[in-house]
């Protein structure tokens, strides 16, 4: 790096962007890089409320999730997943090339960051559209209009009471206890008349296409929702956080001995990265 | 020799150095500033005004309950409503707009810095865009009060935010930038205390108000986030109805009290943790003894805010949780009384032997000493499976958070602004009144909140707008003494404001406080310190002196072979 620093002006740039309560721009950048990493946390936090919703209702209600998650496209999402893998590589491309100096190619690689960005939400957007003429929405306004995902009436048998606490394990323990335990008092739609079909896990193939539409499966959707949504947000703001990146880069505002705006915009878009490679499974993947 | 004789000379010669009340004073440059100091102050003066709003409608409430039935709100339904929005206004100012930010933002923001020997926080501009989001918090707050006052609780719990009539939702997107505020200022405080400290000033070098700062920042980034998305789920639930927390649509409003609480309960250690950071430098500039047990001290800051997390649950000891839970939630809950233990020992074992001087903020450190103790053995007995379940919800609750949130947190906030007084405006206050408005406060408040206890253990439940006759004598002490604390919070509103602008001027150290702020001049110039400070032990009392011909402490002269080294 300190060849790097002794190129003409590049002092003068660093001595520019130094703030005056900083003594160098070493520590500057060491503390804009924690504030980053900190900022980044919060952000795993917010998400984590939504990840934790999603543990509790799918350990309380299995069925709706094996159930709904058979309407997602998994090739949608695996296609998504590729591309913001390679954004994730040009974010990098661009970092590297921040610190070295090479202006083009920074150009090129956040536009192509950029491209990976919107690309990700029309595919989402697609997807939203179809879950959308599907009627397969959140609460109130779920209504299905496949012809199959319409339960058969026919195979659906009475729920026993093992079926029933099949689900939720600590409700049997509290039984066990001699509790008296009512499954409304926890949760009380997630026993509709259709019940739980499956409490001897078959293959998960055939079970898929036999199994009738349990209660609530807008929970599902609800939270597909709430948690692609939020995450596409992010990736918005990712994509208007690098026009930012562009402007300022075309202004010459990036060099070896000050690049730390892209640096962190990377950081932050490996987040992006790295929340979606968590939803993808849970969502679209297992069964 | 030369060289010594001129640099005074020199420093004459130049414009001698404003201090940071005086060197801008156009409103522009106090609503755009950058300087840690003036958003402290900033953040004071209005977390101060939410502090007066929240008071008056305390006091609204124990006037509605001088009689059974009622003196204000009385003949039930819009009544009783009324009654409702008034609990819930009072106790989301108090917490989101006072506790949240009062101590931390405000007087963290002036002193965080200047105790640490920096020029400013990490991120100046954060700071300041913290301040206005925690602005713009309050003024969405407003505005639903306006619309239609949120009658929910503070709590906000589901299923009844989902259907309340008011505006939750206003409410909430107010609560949540306030939460994204707190954020952002725990963010900057961490990055602060890791990142710019000055040569000397090591880790078990920072003064104990740093660690528990610090201790309050990681809550703040660790635990805030979660509020925020439970907020956000509240939000969408009562806009697209999205059924995560509403029966009806398979969710489960049970969730909803372990999302709030999460945050909520390790949130009442943001409040408590930099308090007790506060009572901890009181305790030793007053005593004029080197602080007991520095380490278990910082230590015991980090305990309380990591065990803090752990412990949310002791909030749903009756509202459908596991017998094994309960159990672990107690029992965690017991634990977090050891550390808190740590610190009273502590300052006790800080006074014995050391030469007290009663002043103001020592009189409210003692305070704190005292009126915290009853709200930690309170709680203690809360946390406890088999009287929780009978005391739940009843005015025993109310009393014990109002001991350890007004006796505690309140109490030493006010310890430091006494403490700090001197400092931020470069003026001193009257002792004798200030003397009496602390004694008064101590009185009052015991018998507000004293005769609570006693009918919450005797089963009057909280939150009603009637109660049963037989609660009424106690009913009317805590009135009475809820209307002397405002005399009293008045008698100090006034010589507060009259020291202002009639004060004696403040020496750079009146009490004899050895941390580094009080190497610099009172009120400290923008950049906090002229040249770099010396970072010395903190707490060592044998290296300042009183001298009583200009009316502070000064440094001892240190050994010229000392001083040559620097």
């Known amino acids: 790096m300190s060849e790097a620093v002794s190129v003409f002006g590049q002092e003068e740039i660093a001595r520019k962007h130094l703030a005056h309560h900083f003594d160098t721009p070493q520590q500057q ?169 499956v409490a001897h896990k078959p293959q998960v193939g055939a079970m898929v296409a036999a199994m009738p539409q349990p209660a609530n499966v807008q929970l599902f959707f609800g939270i597909y929702f709430l948690m692609t949504g939020l995450h596409s947000i992010h990736v918005l703001v990712g994509i208007i956080l690098m026009t930012w990146l562009l402007i300022r880069t075309i202004k010459n505002d990036f060099g070896p001995a000050y690049y730390a705006p892209v640096d962190f915009v990377g950081l932050y878009w490996g987040v992006v990265d790295m929340v979606w490679m968590f939803l993808f499974p849970l969502l679209y993947l297992i069964r | 020799m030369s060289t010594t004789t001129a640099t005074p000379e020199m420093a004459q010669a130049v414009a001698p150095v404003k201090n940071y009340l005086k060197q801008t004073t156009t409103i522009r440059s106090w609503i755009f500033t950058l300087d840690h100091k003036r958003i402290g102050v900033m953040y004071l003066i209005v977390s101060l005004l939410a502090f007066f709003v929240g008071g008056m409608l305390a006091e609204v409430i124990r006037t509605q309950l001088l009689t059974p039935s009622g003196l204000i709100f009385h003949g039930g339904g819009a009544a009783y409503r009324q009654y409702n929005q008034v609990f819930t206004l009072h106790g989301i100012i108090m917490v989101f707009m006072v506790l949240v930010p009062m101590t931390p933002a405000a007087l963290g923001n002036f002193m965080l810095p200047l105790l640490l020997g920096a020029k400013d926080v990490a991120f100046p501009r954060l700071n300041l865009f913290s301040f206005y989001l925690y602005v713009a918090g309050a003024v969405l707050a407003i505005l639903s009060t306006v619309l239609g006052a949120v009658d929910t609780g503070w709590t906000f719990y589901a299923p009844y935010s989902i259907d309340s009539g008011s505006y939750v939702v206003l409410m909430v997107a107010g609560i949540f930038l306030l939460g994204f505020s707190s954020i952002f200022t725990g963010l900057n405080f961490i990055v602060t205390i890791h990142k710019l400290r000055p040569r000397g000033m090591t880790w078990f070098r920072m003064p104990l108000f740093l660690w528990a700062t610090y201790a309050t920042a990681i809550i703040q980034v660790a635990a805030t986030p979660v509020v925020g998305v439970t907020l956000l789920l509240l939000i969408v639930e009562r806009v697209m109805g999205i059924g995560i927390f509403n029966s009806a649509l398979g969710g489960d409003p049970v969730l909803f009290q372990h999302f709030f609480w999460f945050y909520s309960h390790p949130a009442v250690y943001i409040m408590i943790l930099p308090a007790m950071g506060i009572v901890t430098e009181i305790i030793t500039t007053f005593s004029h003894k080197t602080i007991f047990g520095y380490k278990f001290i910082a230590m015991s800051s980090l305990a309380i805010a990591l065990i803090g997390f752990l412990v949310w649950g002791h909030h749903l000891f009756v509202n459908g949780q596991s017998a094994e839970l309960d159990a672990i939630f107690s029992f965690l809950t017991f634990l977090v009384a050891v550390p808190s233990a740590v610190k009273v020992f502590n300052w006790l074992a800080t006074m014995y032997k050391g030469a007290i001087d009663l002043k103001t903020p020592m009189l409210y450190a003692l305070s704190f000493i005292v009126l915290f103790t009853i709200g930690g053995f309170t709680g203690v007995v809360l946390g406890a499976l088999s009287t929780d379940v009978v005391l739940h919800d009843t005015y025993f609750v109310v009393a014990h958070f109002h001991y350890v949130m007004f006796g505690g947190a309140i109490i030493a906030f006010l310890g430091g602004l006494h403490y700090w007084w001197p400092k931020m405006t470069g003026r001193m206050y009257s002792e004798p009144w200030a003397k009496f408005v602390c004694a008064l406060l101590f009185v009052a408040f015991n018998l507000t909140f004293f005769p609570q206890l006693v009918v919450g253990a005797h089963g009057m439940p909280r939150r009603y707008a009637t109660y049963l006759p037989e609660y009424q004598p106690y009913m009317v002490a805590s009135t009475i003494g809820a209307y002397l604390q405002m005399i009293a919070f008045l008698t100090m509103a006034g010589y507060l404001l009259h020291s202002l602008f009639r004060g004696a001027k403040a020496p750079e150290n009146p009490w004899g406080g050895t941390t580094l702020e009080w190497t610099t001049s009172s009120p400290p110039p923008t950049e906090n310190f002229i040249g770099a400070p010396e970072v010395d032990v903190p707490y060592d009392y044998s290296l300042v002196e009183y001298d009583a011909a200009i009316g502070s402490y000064i440094r001892k002269e240190p050994m010229p072979a000392v001083e040559q080294t620097h």
């Open chain 1, 29 to 197: 950048f060491d503390s804009g890089k924690l504030g980053m990493w900190l900022f980044l946390a919060t952000e795993f936090l917010l998400f984590s409320g939504l990840f934790c919703a999603y543990a509790v209702y799918r350990a309380i209600n299995p069925q709706i999730f094996r159930y709904a998650s058979q309407y997602l496209d998994a090739q949608s999402g695996l296609i998504n997943t590729l591309v913001l893998l390679t954004s994730g590589f040009t974010m990098a491309l661009a970092v590297r090339s921040a610190q070295t100096g090479r202006k083009a190619v920074l150009i090129v690689s956040l536009l192509l960051t950029m491209a990976g960005g919107f690309t990700f939400l029309a595919i989402h957007a697609y997807e939203y559209t179809e879950k959308y003429r599907d009627g397969l929405l959140w609460g109130t306004l779920y209504n299905p209009k496949l012809q199959d995902a319409k339960p058969d009436q026919a195979a659906i048998a009475k729920p026993t009471t093992a079926d029933l606490n099949a689900g939720w394990q600590p409700l049997n323990l509290m039984a066990k206890r001699g509790y008296a335990v009512s499954h409304s008092d926890i949760a009380p739609a997630a026993i509709g008349p259709a019940g739980v079909a």
